[in-house]
């Protein structure tokens, strides 16, 4: 069977005839080619009338020059046993298995290509994706949809137009969602301004995407962990992988953005929502000299050094260097000094990074004893629980000859391993869409040889079981993750003010008692002999104070009011919310 608008896509027919031709198939197709003459065998799903059959044998032989032109139109409705078999289509992107049904048309049994080979040469193809978008609208044009629908297969992605009737845009309401994955067959198209391509779908399949697993009896914690907030470097979503480390079983999962903490309250209360332990941190800059030097040739190449809060304490030290990083160090990234890193320390676990950590930097230049010394230096730092190094294998060139240095360090010096991926996407398939995230970033395209890629697929979010294969000598380096999520306990505590202490006058101890005094006094120097309405006012407005807890925060304000005053200070007349 094959789509009847497939082969006849350039009739000319009239949208009530169109409409009637919706999901038709040709079973059969004989031409003469010497007569110039054509014998069809259709299926319809709707009852054609004699009028219907001779508008469509003129349109034929009209618009495709057939002498003479023979159909044979026989009414089918797909039995609902065989509307509900399962697609069989998968791609190679985790594209389904069978299970699902039949949403427009019939079942696909054609395997899908990958999205990023779509091409309007193709004619007909078959695709098969993550929808991200999806919405039926109606037309202008009374009893006429629109369905627009975004998928993706992590090569790239496509848009799938089709007009539908109202009689089909109401069998598809609500049964497309984003989340879902669908096997899409039709006809490529290029889009109405001709600089896209779409897919206009003869059929629609719902199929199964197989998600990954992490049936370890004891699951680790994802403590690298890069979200959309790493500037242009990062794709995860934290929803998503929120989502995706309750379904594993994970007790905890961290943050640690690359030189910034703004996303780091939504993290929180996302992972708050959602019944998962949440660990804050950031993965820092720290110039190799001082913050203040600025010389390209020596203070370009910074160190990257993981940072994560034990306790409220770490949490104002973090929030801390990372402000200072900004207003003082700032250089090319956002970057703090070891001088800082001595003064606020406390709170704090350290992990020693990626590839550009200063202890795999110094191994990767043959530097060992300058490594070892930096490891150990840390160590005295953070103490024996709050510095680890991080085992990381990205099948990257580099990673066996770091690694087993930081073995070494570990056997001689007894500081704890930690295993980590540094993921920047949820998934391997997002490895694409992150390589043009980088390109955007640096004003670079794809095809560009001089440009900075990240050579590698492997920094997604990994399974206990993927982690633990990388290093299955070194055990404790997971087992390691859950013990650093249970020693990291950062709470916020929202809706509660936190204001400075008035500090009293000498020979009072009540601040309530000293406002209201210096209310008193205020109201009798500026109306002596006040009408009762007026003292009612005022006590109306001290009561919204102290209904609001801003007793201390009213005498802290009338405190430096005054003092400038007293001094021959502008003040502005003021206002606020007050």
């Not at 799903?45 to 044979?72: G, M, P, Q, W």
């Not at 430096?560 to 502008?570: D, L, M, N, S, V």
Request: charged share 25%; with cysteine; proline share 4%.
């Amino acid at each position: 069977e094959i789509p009847f608008f497939e082969l006849f896509s350039q009739l000319k027919l009239s949208s009530e005839l169109r409409l009637k031709l919706l999901g038709a198939a040709i079973t059969t197709a004989c031409i003469q080619r010497e007569t110039r003459a054509i014998d069809l065998a259709v299926t319809v799903k709707t009852a054609l009338e004699a009028s219907d059959i001779d508008e469509l044998i003129s349109a034929i032989r009209n618009d495709y020059s057939f002498n003479a032109v023979d159909i044979h139109a026989t009414l089918k409705e797909a039995a609902p046993a065989d509307r509900q078999k399962a697609a069989p289509a998968s791609g190679s992107h985790g594209g389904g298995a069978a299970g699902g049904a039949v949403l427009m048309g019939n079942t696909i049994k054609t395997r899908p290509v990958e999205m990023k080979t779509l091409d309007l040469k193709m004619g007909n193809a078959t695709v098969a994706g993550k929808v991200f978008s999806a919405e039926c609208t109606e037309t202008r044009r009374p009893g006429m949809w629109r369905l627009h629908v975004e998928m993706t297969d992590y090569t790239s992605s496509v848009a799938i137009h089709k007009n539908l009737t109202d009689k089909d845009a109401k069998a598809l309401d609500g049964k497309i969602n984003p989340g879902m994955w669908l096997c899409v067959q039709g006809k490529m198209e290029p889009t109405w301004d001709g600089k896209d391509i779409q897919l206009n779908p003869y059929h629609i399949n719902i199929i199964q995407h197989e998600e990954r697993q992490d049936t370890a009896p004891v699951k680790r914690v994802e403590l690298h962990l890069h979200t959309k907030m790493s500037n242009m470097d990062a794709l995860t979503d934290t929803k998503e992988v929120i989502k995706e480390a309750i379904r594993w079983g994970h007790p905890a999962i961290a943050i640690t953005d690359h030189g910034v903490m703004y996303g780091v309250i939504d993290f929180y209360r996302a992972c708050k929502a959602a019944g998962i332990k949440p660990i804050i941190g950031c993965e820092v800059y720290v110039a190799p000299r001082k913050r203040t030097d600025k010389v390209h040739e020596y203070d370009a190449a910074m160190y990257h050094l993981i940072l994560l809060c034990r306790n409220e304490v770490g949490y104002r030290n973090l929030c801390f260097l990372d402000s200072a990083a900004f207003t003082e160090g700032f250089y090319i990234r956002p970057r703090i000094d070891k001088e800082l890193l001595r003064q606020h320390a406390e709170g704090l676990i350290a992990l020693s990074a990626c590839q550009s950590g200063e202890v795999p930097r110094k191994l990767l230049a043959g530097d060992y004893e300058g490594a070892k010394a930096a490891a150990l230096e840390m160590r005295a730092l953070f103490g024996e629980d709050g510095y680890y190094l991080e085992l990381q294998d990205h099948k990257l060139p580099n990673d066996p000859a770091i690694n087993q240095g930081l073995i070494r360090i570990h056997q001689e010096t007894g500081i704890p391993l930690v295993v980590t991926n540094d993921a920047h996407y949820l998934r391997r398939e997002d490895a694409e869409m992150q390589d043009i995230l980088m390109c955007i970033q640096m004003g670079k395209t794809v095809d560009d040889p001089n440009r900075l890629r990240m050579e590698t697929s492997e920094l997604y979010v990994k399974s206990t079981e993927e982690m633990a294969a990388l290093f299955p000598d070194y055990p404790e380096a997971v087992e390691n993750t859950v013990k650093i999520a249970e020693l990291c306990n950062m709470d916020f505590q929202f809706g509660v003010h936190h204001l400075p202490e008035f500090k009293l006058p000498e020979g009072y101890t009540d601040g309530d008692a000293y406002f209201q005094k210096l209310c008193e006094e205020g109201f009798a120097r500026r109306y002596p002999g006040a009408p009762a309405e007026y003292r009612e006012r005022l006590a109306y407005e001290m009561g919204i104070i102290r209904q609001m807890g801003f007793v201390d925060y009213f005498l802290i304000v009338s405190d430096f009011i005054g003092y400038a005053k007293g001094r021959g200070i502008p003040v502005g007349p003021g206002r606020g919310s007050a």
